[in-house]
């Protein structure tokens, strides 16, 4: 299947936040396709990964913005950004620098259940 090309603002235009402004986001890494994390992001903050290519995600506990990396130094570069169907979950793929999560590992999806 072919991803339908469309521009930044009927991007944004297509995406639905929840009641509290926030949409859950998906990164994936370009090149391996291994999903790095979930997070969240809200308007301000998918705007400005669109605009500058640093993703910049929405922090529930701080209540703000935060470029991921900033203090780590383990950012994400954003290579393509898709919106589901439905419009209420959000996929990047990204270029990592270094570990995703922020306990080191390289993904925050480290530990599955043994069946």
């Known amino acids: 299947m072919i991803a339908e090309n469309i521009s930044p603002e009927e991007f944004l235009a297509s995406v639905t936040c929840d009641a509290n402004g926030r949409v859950p986001t998906i990164a994936q890494d370009a090149k391996s396709g ?41 950012t994400q570069r954003l290579v393509e950004a898709y919106v589901d169907c439905d419009g209420d979950t959000l996929l990047l793929k990204v270029e990592q620098m270094g570990p995703a999560c922020h306990t080191g590992a390289p993904t925050c999806f480290f530990r599955k259940v043994q069946i």
């Open 34 to 74: 291994e999903v790095l994390m979930m997070a969240w992001m809200n308007a301000d903050s998918l705007m400005r990964t669109l605009s500058a290519g640093d993703v910049v995600y929405w922090s529930r506990s701080r209540k703000t913005l935060w470029r991921k990396g900033e203090t780590s130094g383990h």
